[in-house]
């Protein structure tokens, strides 16, 4: 199953961020929805998935059981420092593994044109991976790259093996684009139906959600980064007086 920024995921964002919506304030339904926008269900429903990712929506997820049982999956561990799973891997003597599933040419949106300080007209090159540790999935990466920064860029260039498969690797070989600072949005989602599948776990499983900008020495945003992890995740930061 192949997720794709299509017509529909365009419209319901631009019609999310044109309209007045209250804090907590309910979407029709998705039956409405996919009359008003000339779709069907499943294509409203899997763009409202991606716009929950792209932090314009979240789901009700309501609990009233209360019952505890142990973790339904395993965890990796903790990821530390950049949050780099090549590294992280290597680290711990595991191969890092990469499947790329989609891989597609896009306008650039209103929040991506925002957070990469790009125009109207300009392309973004979306690369979603699927990465794993000795054959454990352990997380999917959307990467976000300026199409004007990246001149001839190519899936092929992300599938190598070992540190190769690292995409600021990637961009400091095959573009000279050099990673200098980064800023991070984390916070806390549960998996849609899609990824669920892709990671091995139940739909509506808590994740952490991590976006990412990155920025050249020039302070030129350079990479935007989503990623749900399937472990637990800390930081590690060194304090000067």
């Known amino acids: 199953m192949r997720f794709e920024m299509n017509e529909v995921f365009f419209n319901i964002e631009k019609w999310l961020t044109s309209q007045k919506f209250a804090n907590g304030e309910k979407l029709p339904a998705v039956k409405d929805l996919a009359e008003k926008f000339k779709a069907s269900e ?32 395993t965890y990796w561990g903790t990821l530390t420092g ?54 454990f999935p352990v997380a999917i ?9 990246y001149p001839g860029i190519t899936k092929d260039m992300f599938t190598e093996t070992g540190s190769s498969q690292s995409s600021f690797k990637v961009m400091e070989d095959k573009f000279g684009l050099i990673s200098d600072r980064a800023t991070d949005e984390v916070t806390l989602t549960c998996l849609e139906e899609r990824e669920a599948k892709f990671l091995q776990v139940p ?10 900008i990155t920025w050249d020495p020039d302070d030129i945003p350079i990479k935007a980064s989503r990623a749900v992890w399937k472990f637990h995740a800390g930081y590690e930061m060194t304090l000067h007086k």
């Open 42 to 73: 499943h294509e409203v429903e899997t763009a409202l998935s991606e716009l929950v990712y792209e932090g314009y929506l979240e789901r009700d997820h309501k609990c009233n059981d209360r019952v505890y049982r142990t973790p339904v999956y």
């Open 203 to 212: 739909v509506g499983t808590a994740v952490l959600l991590r976006f990412r």
């Open 82 to 135: 950049t949050h780099s799973i090549t590294k992280e891997a290597k680290k711990r003597g595991q191969n890092p593994g990469v499947e790329i599933l989609n891989w597609e040419l896009v306008d650039a949106w209103s929040s991506i044109q925002e957070r990469l300080k790009l125009d109207a007209e300009d392309k973004v090159q979306i690369m979603e991976r699927l990465r794993t540790v000795d054959d």
């Open 141 to 149: 990466e959307t990467s976000y790259f300026p199409a004007k920064l």
